[in-house]
C-alpha cells in the first residue's frame, strides 16, 4: 500500500518498483504478440498499471480477517 500511496504523490521510485514488480507478467503476455507490436504493447501495458495506481481505491482493501470471511464465504457458495 505503501508504494501505491507514494506513486500517487508522484513519487517516480515508486513508480518504479510498482512496474518492476508487474513486469514478469508484462512479459508473459508479450510472447504471444508479434515481434512488430511488442513494444507498443508493452509500453501500453505499462501505460495501464500506471493509470491503474490513481484508480485503485485503497478504502475498499479489506482487513485480513474480513478477507478470509469473505473467501469462506465464496467456498461456501461453489459447494
Known sequence: MDLVLKARDNDKDAMYHIL???EPFIQKSLKQTSMQEKEDLRQELRLVC???I???RIDRVPGFF????????SKKTLE
Not at 66 to 73: I, K
Open 20 to 22: 518492476e514488480h508487474f
Open 50 to 52: 500506471l493509470e491503474s
Open 54 to 56: 490513481y484508480q485503485f
Open 66 to 73: 474480513t478477507f478470509c470471511e469473505q473467501v469462506e464465504e
